[in-house]
């Protein structure tokens, strides 16, 4: 077992896990913060995507132990209160999920995504969500969602 501090929306916390236990899994089964969702757990399809100290990371592919002493923001710290974080409003407005499941990691790679560069090509947006798969949406309203958050947040 391993002894980790670490932040998350905001909050301290203080936890033992097991060694082998993933960033995913604290998040979800330890903190109760499901809205980072589990797609293959394998690297592959980005809903387990999250921000680790500004970064966005796929949490299942690294331990909670590797986070101590980070500050985390997962999906549930995005919104301020009632109003929805700009990438949040921009999938709305856009249509841009249908089952939703992929929802938070895709807004979690978007905000990252314009944190870095804030006024994206369409080829920069689909090489900075290629790491975050959708099953339903086609991925054309995604992307217009990505260029509303960007005219928004400027
Ligand atoms: S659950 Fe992490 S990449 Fe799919
Ligand atoms: S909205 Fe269903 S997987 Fe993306």
Not at 31 to 42: N, W
Not at 78 to 88: R, S
Not at 121 to 146: F, M, P, Q, S
């Amino acid at each position: 077992m391993t002894k980790i501090e670490l932040t998350v929306n905001g909050t301290r916390h203080a936890r033992e896990v097991e060694d082998r236990t993933l960033l995913v899994d604290l998040l979800r089964d330890h903190l109760g913060l499901t809205g980072t969702h589990v797609g293959c757990d394998t690297s592959q399809c980005g809903c387990c995507t999250v921000h680790l100290d500004g970064r966005a990371v796929k949490s299942c592919t690294m331990l909670a132990a590797q986070a101590d002493g980070a500050s985390i923001v997962t999906i549930e710290g995005m919104a301020k209160g009632d109003k929805l974080h700009p990438v949040q409003q921009a999938f709305t407005d856009c249509h841009a999920l249908q089952c939703g499941f992929c929802t938070p990691g895709m807004i979690m790679a978007t905000a990252a995504l314009l944190k870095d560069n804030p006024n994206p090509t369409d080829e920069e947006i689909y090489h900075g969500l290629e790491g975050n798969l959708c099953r339903c949406t086609g991925y054309i309203n995604i992307v217009k969602a990505v260029k509303q958050a960007a005219q928004t947040m400027k």
